[in-house]
């Protein structure tokens, strides 16, 4: 099964107890139903986990019996295959669905293609590969991203400008200065609650 038709849906934790159960984080809608999409792999695919939901971020794991073998499996991410998963109503998707999606701009420019979307706590972010391998990395925002076709195997981008910081008073006309830490250039990108980010 390749990487790009497998959908990340947890992690092992740390142990709990003597008879190896696991504490599980689970990244489901609903957490419980980790457990029930059958048995999950690891990011190899090579290794195969069913799992028991026992309690709230707690899981029992077949053929896992003590504390030990459940320590070495702290930190294993857990994957399922992107058809395991409920079918989505109109106009959702699964932030794995974009990739490989062309990204093009208003204009039907073509700018490149979706290679990865993660989240490093701050806001997802949509990794474009450009025809030359170059990386860009946009906010997947509304203001952003505004069109999502996945049917259509598109994003439509409008990468928000850079914008100036100003200098704070008193540090004169901005012009860096020996041992002066260089402001940066950054875009401008708010948050709300749900579905995409907000700009």
């Not at 204009?107 to 170059?134: Q, S, Y």
Request: hydrophobic share 35%; charged share 30%.
């Amino acid at each position: 099964m390749s990487a790009s038709r497998r959908i990340l849906v947890g992690e092992f934790g740390r142990p709990h107890g003597v008879r190896g159960l696991i504490h599980v984080r689970s990244h489901t809608a609903e957490p419980a139903a980790i457990a029930g999409y059958g048995p999950l792999s690891d990011e190899s695919g090579e290794r195969r986990f069913v799992l028991k939901w026992l309690a709230e971020g707690l899981v029992q794991v077949d053929g896992v019996t003590d504390r030990d073998a459940a320590a070495k499996l702290t930190g294993t991410r857990l994957f399922v295959a992107r058809e395991a998963l409920p079918a989505t109503e109109e106009d959702e998707f699964y932030l794995s669905d974009l990739i490989g999606l062309r990204a093009e701009t208003e204009a039907g420019e073509t700018v490149g293609t979706v290679t990865a979307v993660e989240d490093f706590g701050a806001g997802t972010i949509v990794t474009l590969r450009d025809a030359n391998g170059k990386d860009t990395l946009l906010p997947f925002t509304r203001a952003a991203v505004p069109v999502v076709d996945v049917a259509g195997g598109r994003i439509v981008v409008a990468p928000p400008e850079e914008q100036v910081v100003p200098p704070r008073p008193g540090e004169g006309d901005g012009e860096v200065q020996p041992g002066d830490t260089p402001r940066p250039r950054r875009p401008s990108m708010r948050r709300r609650s749900g579905g995409r980010d907000a700009a």
